[in-house]
């Protein structure tokens, strides 16, 4: 009886989503559903990287890590301290296709060095600064003014240098950059794997004290993308975090009445700490048409999202490594149904979903194995890219915008790495 109850459903689902039943694809077709994946492939085109610098030297240094040369236009990623008896720190999800990190050291002298962070297969990269190996052809004059908040960061450099329990910024995937979240929200089924049913935009930035630890975390989010109907909430889950490490939300966008806060801001009745970014993306959406696609059909309906800013204060500093990488663990709620969450693969789902789901339909979660998110045939229903990506046109399979898709999948992530950064030069994309 519930499992007709659930067929009904599926197939109301599949109505109000305007997708004709000629794209509920079948899962043993060619395409995506056919794949031919192993059980233990981890589905993802980055990991994280606890980065670490280290200095020879009496002196402290001033740090700054950038994706690429500084000197030809890299981007910030994270900034801090390094000196005697600390090493400056952060951890970042990093693409696999990416082989360095420069990072950049101002000495208090006045001088600069410049050392490369390389990745290989463990998850560390670190590099050691030696002020004997300074330049003396570039200078800068950062350290030589006052240090009005007497945090031992001159004004120069400190990022707050009138508040003496903040002092440094970095950023995930990188100052002025946007990862991104790529949602099929039809769970515990799985349709047509054009990833595109919310496509969000993320930006996390850490702001740090004068000892590189955690203080805050602003998540910025925009929605460039919207192919399915459903009213999806969007939020975060902070596993390795304990409920009292989080002190308050702010900035968060919550209109529904579906979910309940605690005082801090933080979702109740949860173990671990989850913010419901916005319990409606609608809310946040500009649409120049009627009809539920956003920027996903060629010609279709366009418009806009506000950018939301979430800042997130912590109870005091946290060491970087106890965070974790951004994007931690996003999900959304579909369709104002609290109990219904879809994650990344194998991300723990939260408190508050309904367990009776997992393994129906085309899932294939296996919560004893820790396996969650896949379907049987351990496909995902969300992908994660720390780049602004380009999603499929509505109702076409990954493979079609992606051709190099498969392969990458089928030989475990190995064949190419960057199949996610060449679309067919053919394809027509909604993006554009
Ligand atoms: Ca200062
Ligand atoms: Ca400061
Ligand atoms: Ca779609």
């Known amino acids: 009886m519930i499992k007709l109850k659930r067929t009904i459903y599926l197939f109301l689902f599949i109505l109000i989503t305007s997708c004709s039943l000629s794209t509920f ?14 059980e233990d492939f981890n589905w993802s085109i980055s990991r994280n990287r606890i980065i670490t610098v280290r200095v ?7 740090v700054e890590v950038y994706d690429e040369d500084p000197r030809g236009g890299g981007e910030l990623i994270a900034s801090g301290i390094a000196g005697n008896n600390l090493d400056f720190k952060t951890v970042i999800n990093v693409a696999e296709i990416i082989e360095s990190f420069i990072a ?38 950062l350290t030589v003014n006052a240090d009005r908040d007497m945090d031992n960061i001159p004004d120069g450099f400190d990022q707050y240098p009138d508040d003496n329990t903040k002092a440094f910024r970095s950023f995930s995937p990188g100052k002025e950059m946007w990862g991104t979240l790529a949602f099929e929200d039809l769970w515990p089924s799985m349709t047509d794997f ?5 496509i969000v935009y993320y930006n996390f930035e850490q702001i740090t004290t004068a000892e590189n630890q955690v203080l805050e975390i602003i998540g910025r989010f925009t929605f460039p993308a919207v192919g399915a109907s459903f009213e999806n909430a969007f939020g975060i889950q902070f596993d390795n975090l304990d409920l009292w490490h989080i002190d308050s939300v702010s900035g968060n966008i919550l209109k529904e009445n579906t979910i309940q806060v605690d005082g801090n801001g933080l979702e109740s009745g949860q173990a671990k700490p989850v ?3 916005t319990d409606n993306i609608e809310n946040s959406l500009h649409r120049n048409n009627d009809g539920a696609m956003l920027n996903t059909v060629v010609g279709g309906g366009t418009g806009w999202s506000d950018t939301l ?20 663990n996003p999900f959304i709620f579909r369709d104002q149904n609290r109990t219904v969450e879809i994650h990344l693969p194998n991300d723990v789902p939260t408190t508050l979903v309904d367990h009776s789901n997992f393994g129906t339909f085309n899932d294939g979660s296996d919560p ?39 392969k990458w999948a089928e030989s475990d992530g190995v064949e190419s790495k960057d199949w996610y950064v060449n679309p067919d030069p053919d394809y027509e994309g909604p993006w554009k």
């Open 25 to 38: 694809i079948d899962i043993d077709n060619e395409r995506t559903g056919g794949l031919r994946i192993s």
């Open 56 to 62: 020879d030297s009496e002196e402290n240094c001033l």
């Open 104 to 141: 950049k050291c101002y000495w208090t002298d006045g001088k600069v060095s410049y050392e490369t962070l390389l990745f290989d297969e463990s998850e560390y990269a670190s590099c050691n600064f030696k002020s004997q190996y300074a330049s003396s052809e570039e200078l800068h004059n």
């Open 194 to 198: 054009d990833y595109n049913d919310l």
């Open 275 to 277: 913010v419901i970014l």
């Open 309 to 328: 800013v979430v800042r997130i204060t912590l109870a005091g500093p946290l060491e970087v490594e106890k965070l974790g990488a951004a994007p931690y």
């Open 368 to 406: 004893d194995k820790g396996i969650y998110y896949l379907t049987e045939y351990f496909v995902p229903w969300v992908h994660h890219f720390p780049i602004r990506w380009k999603w499929p046109d509505e109702s076409d399979d990954i493979i079609n915008a992606y051709p190099n898709y498969g």
